[in-house]
């Protein structure tokens, strides 16, 4: 009996041990087939998942280029920001630290909670942020919360040329003017940063990818004067407030070689804020939008008679005492005429006379002789969006159209295309190709383009330039229509132009004008040609007495800019004499001085430092700089050393110290 129980006892033993080890064996057999799915199976699709879990690539804003102005003065340049992002796997408690980073951003709560609640493996919570509110998000220390530095495009002076430069987007993409034109050279290389996350859950990059690695983009160097932009942009935004004015235009060239010194539109808009801006007032309206120009087309008229040889400087032509009829319709002159010759007309501007000069002349003959200017056609200039203007074929020409074109109206032009034509007349007939880029510089200064003055035509002779100069100067002597315009001791050559303004529904409003006048200085060595245009003045209309005064006090600026003296008056100009710019120089590149570390709370030392340095350095200590002037920092508020008062730094820049 003993013996059977033992039996019994051993066989149940067995049993329990073999089914013990069947079940480490299945056991074994399930980790063994799970981990070969594990490392073979899925083991690219694993890889994958850890890798997205403890490594992000984030791609920053390329650094785009400097664009200098002439003198290498810098209008527009990137500053490193700070951006704050999220991964909203690893927030743990996304209403509550939504709110903390909402208030320190001061974004608003719910757009920022939604952020950190969202499934994404990163998003940016706020771009660009100001330093202070950068070290806010520091000291919180939230999980899955960081910051990474990106370049932020800057206009140290707000609304200067804003039409030429036009502005740059969030992610460094030009929208509109040169920013836009040249926004591949001026682009710099997409950044991507890639960060890891510890076992602890700390993020960090790896090494060699910091902010400032890669190279900025190509730089650029204007014609653009900056002095004598931001003189032509006050004088300009003064003449349409004086006139109680829609807009206004002005452009200042070189006759020479083509360069644009100062190009202006008001009303104008910061591309540093552009987002609160019209989108209407971004366009650079001197090369997009089309005008009737009114008599100041009559210097072209003239041009064609000149050339044509049917037009004698003693021939007189009746003006029928201020009233001519044309079939149905009648041409009008401010003051009754009798009979003028070809200089007199332009002088007194009469329509009328302008009308039988271009009668004379025949449809074909005048056309041709204005499409050798460059109306109906596109200047070329290096700027986006530029207009062709309006000019129809001879053979579409009616009596009517021809007498009316011969005096400005049923032709549009754009202010580029008027001064450009003019310039011709101030250049010896030779017709030049406006530019507004001089050169193009690597980002160690090495000049790798520079643009050269380009004859674009022929329109008129040297001895018919001359001619045509001699009229253009009695209309600003006594009896003229322009003698506002007059630059004392300086002879002025120009012309009025008083445009009706097209109605809506046909014909011409009896009201709205486009006043302007254009015109080059001096009248016997032309420097600097330039045109006003003042859109819908009130209380006056007549071009001499709108535009006239805006013009001189411009003219009066660019001479000084360009050392024209009475006591000097044929000075030797490098850019306006010579057809030719010369090599542009490259940007200068001085060293930032040394600069030892302020004491907590006290102004830092920016003596001598250009503007580009000197936000630079305020920026790396949380400072706001408000600055005046160009060139390098001559007086600061408050002193090197002095207790800071808030944020602020006030800077005074002179070029006299010698400034980049």
Known sequence: MKSKKARDSKRWLRVRLWS????????FGVLAGRAVDLQIVQQDRLQQLAQRE?????????????IYDRNQEELALSLDTESVYARPL????????????????????????RRLKGDKHFVWVKRRVHPDRAQAVRDLGLEGVGLVTEPKRFYPYTNLACHVLGFAGLDARGLEGLELKYDAPLRGQVQTQTRLRDALGRTFSLSGQGGGSLPEGKHLILTIDKGVQYQVEKILAAAVKRWRAKAGQAVVLLPASGEILAMASVPSFNPNVYQRFDR???RNRTVTDAFEPGSTFKIFLAA???????VSLDERFDCERGKW??????????KPHDKLTLAEIIKVSSNIGAAKVGRLLGAEGLYDSIEAFGFGQLTGVDLPGEAKGIL???????????ATISFGQGVAVTPLQLTAAAGAVANGGVLMRPFVVRAMSDSSGRLIKETQPQVAGRPLSPGEAKLLTNMMVAVTEPGGTGT????????????????QKPAKGGGYSENDYMSSFLGFVPARDPKAVILVVIDTPQGNHYGGVVAGPAWAAIARVTLEALGVHAENPAPQLLQARTASPGPAPAPRQPPHPPQAAPAPGTAPDLGGLTLRQALALAGKRGLVIRASGWGRVVSQWPAAGRPLKGKTLTLKLSPASGGA
């Open 392 to 402: 129809r074929p001879a053979r579409r020409w009616g009596a009517m159209d021809l």
């Open 484 to 499: 506002a315009a007059r630059v004392p001791p300086f002879k002025v050559a120009g012309k009025t132009g008083t445009a």
């Open 280 to 282: 209407a007032l971004y």
């Open 20 to 27: 013990v080890g069947l079940v480490f064996l299945l056991a």
């Open 325 to 334: 009829k044309i079939g149905r319709r009648s041409i009008h002159d401010t």
């Open 90 to 113: 690893a927030v743990a408690q996304p209403k509550r630290d939504g709110r903390k980073l909402a208030k320190v951003l001061g974004a608003p709560r719910a757009k920022v909670v």
């Open 54 to 66: 403890i490594m992000r690539q984030v791609k920053i804003a390329p650094r785009r280029g400097v």
């Open 304 to 310: 064609a008679a000149l050339k044509s040889n049917k």
